[in-house]
């Protein structure tokens, strides 16, 4: 019988849970006037590269593991950006100058 190792399977969820979705993250941290669609696949991308260019300067055990918790993420982060991207679209389309000019012209 296959057994699975519970221990570092716990600690890797753990992790994750820990760090946070960057969908949450990402969408806590921009400001309307810059909002886009897919804002947590946008963020695990970035920071993936600046990991990946050397742009990060955390001990190399860090690094592997900040990657493994984005690469974890990063389905994760896609399925709940795709579910909320209708209220993206709402925030865009409120925070454009030309919906605050049809709000002020009363259309």
């Given at each position: 019988m296959l057994t699975i190792p519970k221990k570092p399977l716990f600690i890797l969820l753990l992790g994750i849970m820990l760090g946070g979705c960057s969908s949450i993250?990402?969408?806590?941290?921009?400001p309307a006037t810059q909002w886009k669609v897919y804002p947590g696949v946008r963020q695990d991308v970035k920071e993936l590269g600046e990991i990946v260019t050397g742009q990060r300067e955390d001990p190399a055990w860090v690094k592997a593991?900040?990657?493994?918790?984005l690469l974890a993420d990063l389905p994760v982060s896609a399925v709940f950006d795709t579910l909320a991207s209708p209220y993206d679209l709402y925030?865009?389309?409120r925070s454009s100058p030309t919906s605050?000019?049809?709000?002020?012209?009363?259309l």
């Open positions: 993250r990402a969408r806590d941290a921009i593991l900040v990657t493994v918790m925030r865009i389309r605050n000019l049809d709000r002020a012209e009363g």
